[in-house]
């Protein structure tokens, strides 16, 4: 019987692309990109969804490549069903054990795969709420921040029930600063030998090799009210994970103001989609989630999914 998988767990903009993709670059190695539609329907108590429900999950166009026919024929064996995609990257790279990033619901996959390992990248999450605004995700910091929390948050829930044999934790800065030295350790966690392949795959993609100087950048970049209200939120969390107070005089921020700032965010997403997607089908977008025609819906997920698509890196 194959090896339960490895994951790799952290909020979005932490640094989970890019290592995933030194740990993919490993000669033994996979490692499948986001994963998180193997657990987004999972219950946290291990329930697994209906068909029909899973049926119209799969159908989404961020899926087609995974399962381009959607729901594949046979029976319903959701464990094979999602295994199967791994097993299927494992054997089309020709490696010997395979993984998979999740940036949500990570607590649900022993479910799945009750003897699986786990690695966590942490960043600081002031550069990482920074990075969420450019993305267009939110449009301050003050909302930004959030996803951060609640994603280490769980993590700190979740890691308490794993034996520590079970998991490594890896900071993005250390592995910025010094890949070869993270990545060593990482290895020998999943039980391999470091090799120097990891470091090549800016040869192959669009990812540029680790700069230690795109580190820590709120410190340059962020204002200071920007920097008081992401501590108000993280402080303690942040402190936490090892990284350092700014310094800062702490910031109160009333009822009232927290509101302000959470409208604020959303004008500016709704700004930054508009831009992105074009007003008709921002409107087409809306209209099509009040109306139950699942034909129509599908039609404005595809193009916005084919916008989307010119955007990633």
């Known amino acids: 019987m194959m090896e339960d998988p490895f994951f790799l767990v952290g909020a979005e903009r932490s640094g989970t692309t890019v290592l995933r993709l030194m740990l ?13 539609f193997a657990v987004d329907l999972l219950g946290d108590d291990g329930r697994y969804p209906e068909m029909g429900e899973l049926r119209r999950y799969l159908s989404k166009p961020s899926l087609r490549d995974v399962f381009p026919q959607g729901m594949p024929p046979g029976a319903y064996d959701y464990r094979s069903l999602m295994d199967g995609v791994l097993r299927d990257k494992q054997k089309a790279d020709q490696k010997d054990r395979v993984g998979a990033t999740v940036h949500r619901h990570f607590n649900r996959l022993p479910h799945v795969w009750p003897d699986a390992s786990f690695i966590h990248i942490v960043r ?11 993305m267009g995700w939110d449009g301050n910091v003050w909302t930004a921040i959030d996803t951060w929390i609640e994603t280490e948050r769980l993590w700190d829930r979740f890691s308490a029930e794993l034996s520590p044999d079970r998991v490594h934790e890896v900071r993005y800065e250390q592995l910025i600063a010094n890949p070869k030295a993270e990545l060593t350790k990482m290895c020998s966690f999943l039980g391999f030998e470091f090799s120097e392949a990891m470091l090549s795959y800016p040869d192959h993609t669009t990812y540029s090799i680790p700069d230690p100087s795109l580190v820590f950048q709120w410190r340059d970049k962020a204002s200071t009210r920007e920097i008081q209200l992401l501590e108000h939120k993280c402080l303690d969390l942040l402190v936490a994970r090892g990284y350092e107070p700014s310094g800062c005089e702490s910031l109160e921020v009333s009822s009232s103001e927290a509101k302000r700032l959470e409208r604020d965010s959303r004008w500016k997403r709704r700004r930054f989609r508009l831009s992105r997607y074009g007003l008709p089908l921002m409107v087409l977008d809306n209209l099509s989630k009040r109306l139950p025609v699942l034909a129509f819906r599908s039609w404005v997920e595809e193009r916005i999914y084919a916008v989307s698509l010119r955007h990633v890196k």
Do not use: N, T
């Open 24 to 36: 993919d670059y490993h000669p033994r190695l996979a490692c499948f990109s986001e994963f998180e």
């Open 124 to 134: 600081d999450g002031r550069d990482v709420a920074r990075s969420r605004i450019a």
